[in-house]
T-cell receptor, first 112, second 117 residues
Framework: GENVEQHPSTLSVQEGDSAVIKCTYS??????FPWYKQELGKRPQLIID?????GEKKDQRIAVTLNKTAKHFSLHITETQPEDSAVYFC???????????FGQGTTLQVKP | GAVVSQHPSWVICKSGTSVKIECRSL??????MFWYRQFPKQSLMLMAT?????????EQGVEKDKFLINHASLTLSTLTVTSAHPEDSSFYIC?????????????FGPGTRLTVT
């Protein structure tokens, strides 16, 4: 079945450094790749997404890259701040139902 | 816009009882709603896809007789956990997809924390 692998599971960086989280998906029909930030006990918040017809997308300090051939996509956060500390999830969707398959999550800690 | 609510936000129930969780799209019509379960420090696991007016589609391993889903209107889906047991204690989150716009975009509810004692 569909599967999304996410690495690393935890990531600790110094404030101001960059953070990169990587995901691999199994279903070649996937064509939508959102990233979510989730704080403890709260709903996932969409922070950026990319569709399969685009290789890269940027929004201020956040960027996502997609390599459809390799079935990889990555989240890049630059100039990290302590408030970026949270759990980040990648997801992939491609069926006509629109269902999302989530990666395992990455706990990002940004140390001041 | 695109607000999804859930009720209750948290519930404690005794083992063997049933609990109903409501998911509402407040300012848009949702033809499809999704139900997820999230255990502590784990990812969101899709339980089922709910389409208005038809039976829900359950993911492999999810007991449809235990987790009853009803999507009776374009703004409301309910999840009933029947004969709840302590292992059903979890964070249940719904999401909704609108009738127009980008078909893959989902709007998440705030979640319901279920504790079964």
């Amino acid at each position: 079945g569909e599967n999304v692998e996410q690495h690393p599971s935890t990531l600790s960086v110094q404030e101001g450094d960059s953070a990169v989280i990587k995901c691999t998906y199994s279903d070649s029909a996937s064509n939508y790749f959102p990233w979510y930030k989730q704080e403890l006990g709260k709903r996932p918040q969409l922070i950026i997404d990319i569709r399969s017809n685009v290789g890269e997308k940027k929004d201020q300090r956040i960027a996502v890259t997609l390599n459809k051939t390799a079935k990889h996509f990555s989240l890049h956060i630059t100039e990290t701040q302590p408030e970026d500390s949270a759990v980040y999830f990648c997801a992939a969707s491609g069926s006509n139902t629109g269902k999302l398959i989530f990666g395992q999550g990455t706990t990002l800690q940004v140390k001041p | 816009g695109a607000v999804v609510s859930q009720h209750p936000s948290w519930v404690i129930c005794k083992s063997g009882t049933s609990v109903k969780i409501e998911c509402r799209s407040l300012d848009f019509q949702a033809t499809t709603m999704f139900w997820y379960r999230q255990f502590p420090k784990q990812s969101l696991m899709l339980m089922a896809t709910s389409n208005e007016g038809s039976k829900a589609t359950y993911e492999q391993g999810v007991e449809k007789d235990k987790f009853l889903i009803n999507h009776a209107s374009l703004t409301l889906s309910t999840l009933t956990v029947t004969s709840a047991h302590p292992e059903d204690s979890s964070f249940y989150i719904c999401s909704a997809r609108g009738t127009g716009g980008f078909i893959y975009e989902q709007y998440f509810g705030p979640g319901t924390r279920l504790t079964v004692t």
